[in-house]
């Protein structure tokens, strides 16, 4: 894809952009492997739904941008084997040069290729992953075939029995309901949208298999135990899906 690839920086933070003002991934140059943007924290909660370790296993990411979410999985889920999918070599380039990622090695693999043909390529040979994280924009923060039906379903048949899938939607300018209508489509039942955060970004999670179902205290623990071994403090979103009445008799199910 041919379109500009800028870096700017302001208060410590620098930011990529893909040749207009929407941020497509920041890092604090002080902490180059926190997740800087609230949205990428709360990719993360998945953390959350299930027992760490050994889940996950594998996890599929959908989208460089920056490398936040490479990173923090590459530096704290060392157990686990990521796959990374960018459609353009040239924003692996430009994170590594100014975002500090990792090259490749057992536990890290790059691949550079359309992410709806992968998933649909993968889906076809029977590959399976325990997390698939999604989020991916084009200068003009369109998701493009990354958020169609066809995608989703190749998503949920691509997840094992404990899998989850996390995506990021942007409605800012237009919404995202109807790409929540066609996420509960492919995943009929299981799927939980996170309260918007103030970017306009809000974090949808899906399931397959095993059913989610962890009380506020169980869940509090978990957020207590990451930020101890992490760093990243998810105890503001169990707050906030407090407050969205997501919570059933004080437990969340998915």
């Not at 599929?60 to 353009?88: D, M, Q, Y």
């Not at 500090?100 to 693999?109: R, V």
């Not at 299981?190 to 899906?206: E, K, Q």
Request: hydrophobic content about 40%; aromatic content about 10%.
């Amino acid at each position: 894809m041919d379109h500009p690839i800028d870096v700017s920086e302001a208060a410590g933070v620098r930011y990529l952009h893909f040749g207009s003002d929407w941020v497509q991934g920041a890092m604090r140059i002080a902490r180059p492997y926190s997740l800087e943007l609230a949205y990428t924290r709360e990719m993360m909660a998945g953390l959350l739904l299930r027992e760490r370790e050994p889940w996950p296993e594998t996890l599929l990411l959908i989208g460089l941008g920056a490398g936040s979410l490479t990173k923090f999985a590459w530096r704290h889920l060392p157990h686990c084997k990521v796959t990374v999918v960018e459609i353009n070599p040239r924003v692996a380039a430009m994170a590594r040069q100014c975002f500090k990622l990792p090259e490749a090695g057992p536990h890290l693999d790059y691949r550079f290729e359309d992410g709806a043909r992968f998933v649909a390529r993968a889906r076809e040979a029977g590959e399976r992953y325990d997390w698939i994280l999604v989020d991916s924009f084009d200068p003009q923060a369109r998701a493009g075939a990354l958020d169609r039906q066809p995608f989703y379903r190749d998503c949920a048949a691509l997840l094992g029995p404990r899998g989850l899938l996390g995506v990021n939607f942007l409605g800012r300018s237009r919404g995202f309901g109807a790409s929540v209508a066609r996420l509960e489509e492919a995943f009929p039942g299981r799927t939980l949208v996170f309260p918007s955060c103030d970017s306009g970004n809000a974090i949808a999670f899906a399931a397959v298999g095993e059913r989610v179902d962890g009380s506020q205290e169980e869940l509090k623990e978990r957020a207590q135990a990451l930020k101890k071994d992490t760093g990243l403090n998810l105890l503001p979103t169990l707050a906030r899906l407090e407050q969205a009445g997501h919570f059933q008799g004080r437990r969340l199910v998915l």
